[in-house]
C-alpha cells in the first residue's frame, strides 16, 4: 500500500476561526491536547478523560457549532493498558449485553475498543451514557459490534485487515482531512458533471465531477445484466478521465452496479 505524508501547511483564515471556535466550546478541565483533521472528521484528543462524563454535550455541541463531524479522544498516554481496560469493561457494560470476552479488540492507532456484543446498544446506553463512562474510565473510545449465531470468516478477515491496517488508515485520513479543511484555491462556481454510466438505465453507475481545484469519481459499477460488454462498463475513454488526476472515488453503497468495477481502478495504477 501507498505511503501518504502530511506536509505542513501554512494555517489559514478559514482553519484558524474553525479552531478558534471548537476551543472556545473545550471546558478547561478536559485539559485540550491536540486537534487533528482527520479525513471529514475534526478529532480533538484531551488529557482528563475523567472529566468526559460532566461534558456528555460537549460533541453535539461542537458539531452543530462548526456543522462538521466531531470525534473525542483520549490522549494514547492516558489511556489504560488493553488487559486493564477490558476488565474495567467488563464490569461497567451491563451482563444483559450479552458481551463476548474474547470479541473485545484494541486499535492502538485509533484509540478504539472494538466490543462484540448480543446487543449493542447497551454498550452505548441512554443519551450515550455508558459509552461516554467507558471513554471516561478506560480512554478508550468504544464501538459496538453485533455478535453473530454463524461466524463469518469474511467478517473476521475485514475486521482483521482494518485493525491490521490502521496506520496507513490514519496516515490516508490526515492527507485527506488537510485537503478537506484547507481555504478554497479558486474563487469560482464552476463545477461539471459528466455521466459515464447508470443515467436512464440501470447499472454501471459513475459519475465524474470536476471543479478547478479537484476531480472525484462518483461510484464506479457494472451492468450484470448488460447483453453486450460495452453495455457494461461505465464509459472511460474520454480526456477528462485520467487516473492520475482524480483526487478521490466516492462509493454511496455496496452494491455491483456502484462498486462492482472499483477493483479495476486498482489494478491499473489508482
Do not use: C
Not at 472525484?216 to 475513454?237: C, E, T, W
Request: charged content about 30%; aromatic content about 8%.
Amino acid at each position: 500500500m501507498g505511503v501518504y505524508v502530511v506536509e505542513k501547511v501554512i494555517i489559514d483564515k478559514e482553519r484558524t476561526e474553525l479552531i478558534r471556535k471548537i476551543v472556545e466550546e473545550i471546558p478547561p478541565d478536559l485539559k485540550l491536547a491536540n486537534i487533528e483533521f482527520e479525513g471529514p472528521e475534526i478529532v480533538i484528543y484531551v488529557r482528563n478523560r475523567q472529566a468526559i462524563v460532566r461534558h456528555l454535550d460537549l460533541v453535539r455541541n461542537i458539531a452543530k457549532k462548526v456543522r462538521k463531524r466531531v470525534v473525542l479522544r483520549v490522549d494514547p498516554e492516558e489511556r489504560l493498558p488493553p488487559s486493564l481496560a477490558k476488565k474495567k469493561i467488563l464490569e461497567i457494560v451491563p451482563r444483559d449485553a450479552g458481551v463476548d470476552p474474547n470479541g473485545i479488540e484494541f486499535d492502538h492507532v485509533f484509540g478504539e475498543v472494538w466490543i462484540k456484543a448480543e446487543k449493542p446498544g447497551l454498550i452505548v446506553g441512554r443519551g450515550s451514557y455508558i459509552r461516554h463512562y467507558i471513554l471516561a474510565e478506560t480512554g478508550w473510545r468504544p464501538v459496538p459490534r453485533r455478535a453473530s449465531a454463524l461466524q463469518s470468516k469474511v467478517v473476521n478477515l475485514v475486521v482483521t485487515t482494518l485493525l491490521r491496517e490502521s496506520k496507513y488508515r490514519l496516515d490516508f485520513l490526515k492527507y485527506l482531512g488537510e485537503r478537506i479543511h484547507r481555504d478554497v484555491l479558486f474563487k469560482s462556481n464552476y463545477v461539471r458533471i459528466t455521466a459515464l454510466g447508470g443515467f436512464m438505465e440501470v447499472g454501471r453507475s459513475a459519475i465524474l465531477v470536476e471543479t478547478k481545484e479537484s476531480r472525484v469519481l462518483l461510484d464506479f459499477g457494472i451492468n450484470v445484466g448488460a447483453s453486450a460488454p460495452d453495455k457494461s462498463y461505465p464509459m472511460v475513454s474520454i480526456e477528462q478521465f485520467n487516473l492520475a488526476e482524480l483526487d478521490a472515488v466516492i462509493v454511496t453503497h455496496a452494491h455491483l452496479d456502484h462498486i462492482g468495477l472499483v477493483p479495476l481502478l486498482y489494478k491499473y495504477g489508482y
